[in-house]
T-cell receptor
Framework: DTEVTQTPKHLVMGMTNKKSLKCEQHMGHRAMYWYKQKAKKPPELMFVYSYEKLSINESVPSRFSPECPNSSLLNLHLHALQPEDSALYLC?????????????FGSGTRLTVV | QKEVEQNSGPLSVPEGAIASLNCTYSDRGSQSFFWYRQYSGKSPELIMSIYSNGDKEDGRFTAQLNKASQYVSLLIRDSQPSDSATYLCAGRNLYGNNRLAFGKGNQVVVIP
């Protein structure tokens, strides 16, 4: 299995809703990442998990809350989002934070905040 | 200066021609370089990795790395309409924060 699976593929939520994005990989990768990508821009790093522990938070607002329940799963909990948070949210994984390999990206969740 | 720089202007190439994309990087410690292809509305897909000076070929794709001049390039031979996408150059510095640093991306349009 060489895939990173993200669900849901599309999500529309109101500004008062609470929702979660899910990401799963079975490649034995020990580093997992959340990225946000706006149209015509490169992906922007949000969080890095290394061996199931949060190692980097790129000054992301607290309305985004990551969670890594085990080495294969990564969640992103969303609460009280703003319309400007609408974007493509990408999960990625790599062998390790210390490694030299490229990241494998999931297909993404297209989030629209209304 | 951004870690990875790409000329972000769109590149139009006729079908069957060679598309050439370039990328420069500022961090001499960067060790690994990657080219990702991203179709509109889709996620980035890793198409080439290169770690050593020189050329690396995979099918119609050739990646080139020149560490002395700090540039990375991607050649797409016999360009096809299906190659129309945005190509993102990225690098990792094993001795720095080792996060994947992306360039802005280069849109390629292959004209039939």
């Amino acid at each position: 299995d060489t895939e990173v699976t993200q669900t849901p593929k599309h999500l529309v939520m109101g500004m008062t809703n609470k929702k979660s994005l899910k990401c799963e990989q079975h490649m034995g990768h020990r580093a997992m990442y959340w990225y946000k990508q706006k149209a015509k821009k490169p992906p922007e790093l949000m969080f890095v998990y290394s061996y199931e522990k949060l190692s980097i938070n790129e000054s992301v607002p607290s309305r985004f809350s990551p969670e890594c329940p085990n080495s294969s799963l990564l969640n992103l909990h969303l609460h009280a989002l703003q319309p400007e948070d609408s974007a493509l949210y990408l999960c990625a994984s790599s062998q390790a934070v210390e490694g030299r390999d490229g990241y494998t990206f999931g297909s993404g969740t297209r989030l629209t905040v209304v | 200066q951004k870690e990875v720089e790409q000329n972000s202007g769109p590149l139009s190439v006729p079908e069957g021609a060679i598309a050439s994309l370039n990328c420069t990087y500022s961090d001499r410690g960067s060790q690994s370089f990657f080219w990702y292809r991203q179709y509109s509305g889709k996620s980035p897909e890793l198409i080439m990795s290169i770690y050593s000076n020189g050329d690396k070929e995979d099918g119609r794709f050739t990646a080139q790395l020149n560490k002395a001049s700090q540039y990375v390039s991607l050649l797409i031979r016999d360009s096809q309409p299906s190659d129309s996408a945005t190509y993102l150059c990225a690098g990792r510095n094993l001795y720095g924060n080792n996060r994947l640093a992306f360039g802005k991306g280069n849109q390629v349009v292959v004209i039939p």
